[in-house]
């Protein structure tokens, strides 16, 4: 199972960016989905997660500025970040709870996408 992000870059503070991640393998079935971001010197957090029926969960830090989503059919999910401040800066992960073809349930990591928030 590979997971592979897309979207980062550079951006001016209030600006938006859209983030996606598309998982592809031996899939059955995706259960929860979610971006992390590691700032240097941080701890990995949680950004925003999303359940296979879409229930979601957000950061204290990020409610009301991010919008997770996810694609079932494409095994893909989504993040939509608006009003981004600097302290958005970081290196994001796509996480997938992924149950293989063979049955087994797994944990993936994307490689990671620099998002960097400056004037």
């Known amino acids: 199972v590979q997971l592979v992000e897309s979207g980062g870059g550079l951006v001016q503070p209030g600006g938006s960016l859209r983030l996606s991640c598309a998982a592809s393998?031996?899939?059955?079935?995706?259960?929860?989905m979610g971006w992390y971001r590691q700032a240097p010197g941080l701890e990995r957090e949680l950004v925003a997660s999303?359940?296979?029926?879409?229930?979601?969960n957000y950061g204290d830090s990020v409610k009301g500025r991010f919008t997770i989503s996810r694609n079932n059919t494409k095994n893909t999910v989504f993040l939509q970040m608006n009003s981004l401040k600097p302290e958005d800066t970081a290196v994001y992960y796509c996480?997938?709870?992924?149950?293989?073809?063979?049955?087994?349930?797994?944990?993936?990591w994307g490689q990671g996408t620099q998002v960097s928030v400056s004037s």
């Open positions: 393998g031996s899939i059955l079935r995706i259960n929860a």
């Open positions: 996480n997938a709870q992924v149950v293989t073809r063979d049955y087994h349930l797994g944990d993936y």
């Open positions: 999303i359940t296979y029926g879409g229930t979601t």
